[in-house]
Structure formats: C-alpha cells, structure tokens
C-alpha cells in the first residue's frame, strides 16, 4: 500500500516530468489569447475591423509560438487540440488535464493583460468573446465550430502521424498558422471561429458575459473528438499482419525450387 512518502516522491516526479511543457501552455495560450483578440479591438476610432486583421493575427502568433514553445510542450494552446492528443494516444490522461488548466489560467491572464494595456477597447462587454452571428442558431454555431475545429484537429494529426513515422515536417508550424488564419477566414463571421474553447471562455469569465458559451466548448470539443478518432481509426492505415505459416508463399525457403 502506497504511503504518504512514496505519493509525495511520486508527485515530485510528476511535475519534474511536466513542469516545462505547462509552463509552455500557460505562456503559449496567454501570448495566443493577448495578442490574437488585440487584432480585434478597434482603432482610430473605426467601430468595426476587418476580418483579415484577426485572421492573420491568430494564424501568425500560432506560428510564433509553434515555434518557441513547440519543442517544450507541442504547443497546443487550446483544450480541444489536447483532447485530440489524448484521444490520438499521444498525451497521457492526467498530462491532458494539466495542458487544460494551464491553457484556461494562460488564456486568463492573456485577456487581463489586454483588458490593462487597452482598457478604452477591451473593457465594454462583450468586447472580445465570440457570438454567433444574429443569423446564425446556436446549435449552427455549434456544428460551424467543430467543422472548423475538426479541419484543424485533422491537419495536427496528419502533423503527429508523420513525426511517428520517423518524417516530422520542419514546416509544421508555418503549415498550422496558416490553418487557424484560412479557419478564421472561413468562420470568422458566422460565428467568431474561436475552435478553442480557453479563447472564448476567458473574456466570458472577465466580462461574466456567458451568453452562448457552451457553443465554444462543445463544438470544438466534438469535433476535435471526431476528427481524432477518424484520423487514428479510419484514415491512418493498420500496421501490416505478421503473415502465418499459411500465409508463406511457395517460393519461400521451404520450397525446393
């Protein structure tokens, strides 16, 4: 039976392991969060921005922080991506659940830096959360966002696929960038394209503007469920079967000829 030692030692070890990489989620999702919806706040005293300005502002911080926090975490930055990799076996369960707090605190503290560096912009709720469009249903909006987050979640694990094939893709943060800034593009006006749910549940939590929140976490959530499990189950081909003593071809060394 464990004692209270041997759960302490294990705990420390624990968080040796992983310490960096929620430390890379935290910084990753602030910086993601902070400077993504900065793109969107208006300025100049124009009420509205367009939509390339956000659309190249998430896909370019994604870049950025692929690359420098990449190689300490994998840099996920968003809850849906992480259940992905815990569903695609690459991301063990508490591991997983680490990434999720670490992202949300991250995406907090990403928001507060904004609502202090803009206040003017930032303040008024709902300045910076995501809503459906007025024509858009909510459950539209629902399957809109894991449509969007399934594309994403798909392209990471075609990215994952080829590392464990011994193939990584040195242009696989440039290749997601450009993902999240088309996946904007694509939705950003039906219903915000949050596919991360830390992104839209930290300016509901600092405003307390929770119209429509579960649409940001059960769109992106499902679809990047789906999109994972087709990926392992479906799309990734099977390990060949070791052929039985039946299976050997007549020309094997069992064979005369």
């Known amino acids: 039976m464990p004692t209270d030692e041997t759960e302490s030692a294990g705990v420390a070890a624990w968080l040796r392991r992983w310490w960096r990489a929620l430390l890379a989620e935290l910084l990753a999702t602030a910086l993601l969060?902070?400077?993504?919806?900065?793109?969107?706040?208006?300025?100049?005293?124009k009420d509205k921005v367009m939509l390339a300005h956000p659309?190249?502002?998430?896909?370019?911080?994604?870049?950025?922080?692929?690359?420098?926090f990449g190689p300490a975490s994998g840099a996920h930055m968003n809850p849906a991506v992480t259940l992905a990799a815990l569903l695609y076996g690459r991301l063990g369960a508490l591991p997983a659940l680490g990434y999720t707090l670490a992202q949300l605190l991250g995406a907090v503290l990403g928001f507060g830096a904004l609502l202090t560096t803009t206040p003017s912009a930032?303040?008024?709720?709902?300045?910076?959360?995501?809503?459906?469009?007025?024509?858009?249903?909510a459950l539209g909006a629902a399957a809109i966002e894991a449509a969007l987050t399934a594309v994403l979640v798909l392209a990471c694990c075609g990215l994952w696929r080829a590392h464990d094939d011994a193939r990584p893709d040195p242009a696989a943060p440039i290749k997601l960038g450009l993902v999240v800034a088309g996946l904007v593009y694509a939705g950003g006006h039906a219903t915000g394209a949050s596919i991360n749910p830390a992104r839209s549940f930290a300016p509901a939590l600092l405003h307390g503007h929770w119209d429509y929140?579960?649409?940001?976490?059960?769109?992106?959530?499902?679809?990047?469920?789906l999109a994972a499990l087709l990926h392992r189950f479906?799309?990734?081909?099977?390990?060949?079967?070791?052929?039985?003593?039946?299976?050997?071809?007549?020309?094997?060394?069992?064979?005369?000829?």
């Open 122 to 137: 930032a303040a008024a709720a709902p300045a910076g959360c995501t809503l459906p469009a007025p024509s858009v249903s």
């Open 213 to 225: 929140q579960w649409v940001y976490w059960a769109g992106p959530l499902g679809g990047a469920a």
């Open 55 to 68: 659309a190249m502002a998430f896909g370019f911080v994604v870049i950025g922080n692929a690359c420098a």
């Open 234 to 257: 479906v799309l990734t081909p099977r390990a060949p079967r070791a052929a039985a003593e039946h299976d050997i071809p007549l020309t094997d060394k069992h064979d005369p000829a």
């Open 33 to 45: 969060v902070w400077l993504g919806i900065a793109a969107m706040m208006p300025v100049l005293g």
